[in-house]
């Protein structure tokens, strides 16, 4: 199944390479990344697309743990959208 996960991360060096790498240790596969800093505050509003059989709230709960991550919105995509 395919999830995406809207995360709001810290301007700080590393931060995505810790993102990417809890997210991949979880048995998550990125399929997809977009993302740009928010110029208003300066924080980075990052768009995974994540591929996995395991249930993602686990994920979500632990990418709330990493000092990086701010917020995590993790939304299961359609089957239609999951071909794109």
């Known amino acids: ?20 790498g809890l997210i991949e240790r979880r048995g998550f596969a990125p399929r997809a990344i977009n993302g ?4 208003a505050d300066g924080r980075w509003r990052v768009q995974l697309v994540v591929d996995s059989a395991r249930p993602v709230e686990g994920l979500r709960l632990q990418l709330l743990k990493l000092y990086d991550c701010e917020a995590v919105e993790a939304t299961a995509l359609p089957r239609q959208e999951q071909a794109a």
């Open 1 to 20: 199944m395919q999830y995406r996960l809207d995360l709001v991360l810290k301007p700080a060096e590393g931060a995505l390479v810790r993102t990417l």
């Open 36 to 39: 740009a800093p928010d110029p």
